[in-house]
């Protein structure tokens, strides 16, 4: 089996090649945000691979596209509703995220007034079809589209997630005449109108962007000798380039839901029950609880919006109905800017230098200060960074740091920043879901997690970090440790024998092969808005259902309520196993010694600390703090008051 996985970040791009005698070999280039491709192929020749060779991909190209990023022009989209309907995605949700602010302007709108179209048809709320849509009226329409230059559409029907009828004719007309089109039955079959047709206009706009990319990614890729791509999805699974191409909006996560995956299986691996995944890479750092090996899914997301201490704020983005790893964002990462307020106070983010400048001390024009310069400053970082391949320069780092204040004392404020902002991600995947922080271990990847983990990890009161091997690259490494993984559901199912039976078929004949299935239920008290999303329990009957579900709402919200419970939708993941990449195991015996001593700032005060080799330790091996460890992709900081040892997996586990 030779694969190769890649994974695009907003500041590096990495690559892990597995070749046939289950050898990995490592690389890491800068991304080329206006064109992703050249940096995933630029990896790909630095590891040699040999054809054919499996390609498995994390992208952020959904996402960036949806920011606004230059070069990623959104394509001309329009809007089918049913008559009188379609202001329904201006309007939205009456939810202000900003309550007392009088010159809050919304997101801008994907689709333009002047592209939203009225047909004339009906659907009922019991699915019954009143009035059939009209052929005509939808081929004038799609005729007056052509004329404006639209390029995808979306259709988004009242109560079509009860009847798709109506929305499949109107799709099979104005596919004649345009090649993207999106009914909003097909990504999203649920309740609530707003939510389901703002997830087809994301899936419309994403679709012409995503489609183009993945083909011309195929071409290069096939040049090299490549068999096959696949991409990561936001649920944590894997899924082919149809499916890709078809429900682009599945892959606004897709790079993050790879690390979570990676942590979530290095916990089964180590026999850590509770465990947090922490991923600071060079613009963010995220966080997901991970509980007895699985880790949180959600179903909604909001793409687009403002963050607030790693919170997303409802109504600023563009929401989504689709299954996502459940992630607490921040901006802190290697990149993320250190800069003064109008009153002088030291801030740290959001914004970031990203791959092009890049910090200061990368000596590519950038001169601002950033969380990367400050590592530098401080000593914990070496003058070279991934095998020499990016060569930090101390005296431009001081430079930039020494326009906002004394560079030692504004490094060291601006690191004690960062963690604070990454400490209150944490919490948000433990403390508001009734989790104790103190209870569960740290997983810490991404290129700057090691540096900042063990000083998060007191501000949150845990008591172990483990770092698992290569963590610069564990994302990429995630996709090696990921299954094929699609999704399907049925709005207020009534059998629900018969309704995963028949989603579970629908699966089947179209993958061909299925090792099994994971059945959910989302479920509510009758009268409540939102539901919560449970694992359907062997025995389908109403009395165990309700069991189910109240555990979890008792988990949830500490109560329980004298209500009927109702069964909103039915949901199932076909999963194909995929064969899983070995971590391996740190040499036996032997000793190691420091390669250096360096002058460090670690627990508050400067020391001459040893520097060791990741790669030299031996299983067993031990360190008290403070100290460094090196390896090709990150620095692991061990402080004062803390051991570091060689585990099992090559994991580097660090207790207080």
Excluded at 310 to 315: A, F, L, S, Y
Excluded at 582 to 588: D, H, I, P, Q
Aim: proline share 6%.
């Amino acid at each position: 089996m030779r694969v190769a996985a890649v994974d695009v970040g907003g500041t590096f791009t990495d690559v892990v090649y597995l070749d046939e005698s289950g050898r990995l070999r490592l690389s890491k280039v800068p991304t080329t945000p206006r064109e992703p491709e050249r940096g995933v192929i630029d990896g790909l020749k630095a590891v040699s691979p040999e054809a054919p060779f499996e390609v498995l991909h994390a992208t952020t190209i959904a996402t960036n596209s949806l920011l606004g990023q230059v070069g990623l022009e959104l394509p001309r989209t329009a809007l089918v509703t049913t008559r009188g309907f379609r202001d329904v995605i201006e309007i939205g949700r009456q939810n202000r995220p900003q309550l007392y602010n009088l010159f809050f302007s919304r997101p801008r709108q994907l689709v333009p007034r002047e592209l939203r179209y009225e047909v004339s048809e009906r659907t009922l709320a019991d699915g019954t079809v009143e009035r059939p849509v009209d052929e005509g009226e939808l081929e004038r329409v799609a005729e007056d589209m052509v004329r404006r230059g639209v390029v995808s559409a979306a259709i988004s029907f009242l109560n079509s997630y009860r009847n798709p009828s109506n929305e499949l004719k109107a799709k099979e007309v104005l596919s004649r005449r345009l090649r993207y089109v999106t009914a909003s039955s097909e990504v999203a079959p649920e309740l609530r109108e707003y939510e389901r047709t703002s997830t087809a206009v994301v899936n419309a706009v994403l679709r012409p962007i995503v489609s183009r990319y993945l083909e011309g990614l195929w071409g290069s890729l096939s040049g090299l000798g490549a068999s096959s791509l696949s991409v990561m999805s936001s649920a944590g699974g894997l899924v082919d380039v149809e499916e890709a191409s078809l429900r682009p909006v599945q892959l606004i996560e897709s790079g993050p839901a790879a690390g979570a995956i990676a942590a979530a299986a290095l916990s089964r691996e180590l026999e850590v029950n509770m465990a947090i995944g922490f991923d600071m890479g060079g613009t963010t750092a995220k966080a997901s609880s991970i509980v007895n090996g699985d880790v949180e899914v959600t179903t909604e997301y909001e793409v687009g919006g403002e963050v607030h201490y790693g919170r997303v704020v409802r109504g600023s983005g563009y929401p989504v109905k689709f299954p996502f790893v459940d992630l607490a964002e921040v901006s802190a990462g290697g990149g993320t800017i250190i800069w003064r307020d109008e009153a002088g106070a030291l801030r740290v983010g959001p914004l970031s230098a990203g791959a092009d400048p890049g910090p200061a001390s990368y000596g590519m024009g950038g001169d601002r200060a950033t969380l990367t310069d400050a590592n530098l400053a401080l000593g914990r970082l070496p003058t070279e960074l991934a095998g020499g391949l990016i060569r930090l320069r101390p005296e431009l780092a001081l430079q930039a740091l020494s326009r906002l204040g004394d560079p030692e004392a504004v490094a060291s404020q601006a690191v004690e920043l960062a963690n604070l902002e990454m400490a209150r991600a944490i919490r948000l995947v433990t403390v508001e879901r009734g989790l104790d922080p103190s209870e569960f271990s740290i997983i810490a990847f991404g290129g700057a997690g090691p540096q900042h983990a063990t000083e998060l990890a007191e501000e949150v009161g845990s008591r172990r970090v483990i770092v698992p091997p290569e963590p610069g690259l564990f994302s990429a490494l995630g996709l090696l440790m990921a299954d094929l993984k699609y999704e399907a559901r049925r709005p207020f199912p009534g059998d629900l024998e018969g309704a995963f039976a028949e989603l579970e078929g629908d699966l089947m004949k179209r993958l061909g092969r299925v090792d099994y299935f994971i059945r959910l239920l989302d479920v509510r008290y009758q009268g409540q808005g939102w539901e919560l999303t449970i694992r359907a329990p062997q025995d389908l009957s109403p009395g165990s259902v309700r069991e189910a579900f109240e555990r979890a709402h008792r988990e949830a919200y500490g109560f329980t309520l004298d209500r009927p419970v109702e069964v909103v939708a039915a949901r199932v993941f076909a999963v194909i196993r995929r064969t899983r990449v070995s971590l391996g195991e740190a040499r036996e015996g032997g000793e190691a010694r420091p390669i250096a001593y360096r002058r460090t700032y670690i627990s508050g005060s400067w020391d001459e600390v040893p520097v060791y080799r990741r790669e030299e330790l031996p299983k067993g091996f031990r360190v008290e703090g403070p100290a460094i460890v090196e390896e090709y992709s990150s620095t692991i900081v061990v402080p004062r008051g803390w051991r570091g040892e060689v585990g099992p997996m090559r994991a580097f586990i660090m207790r207080r």
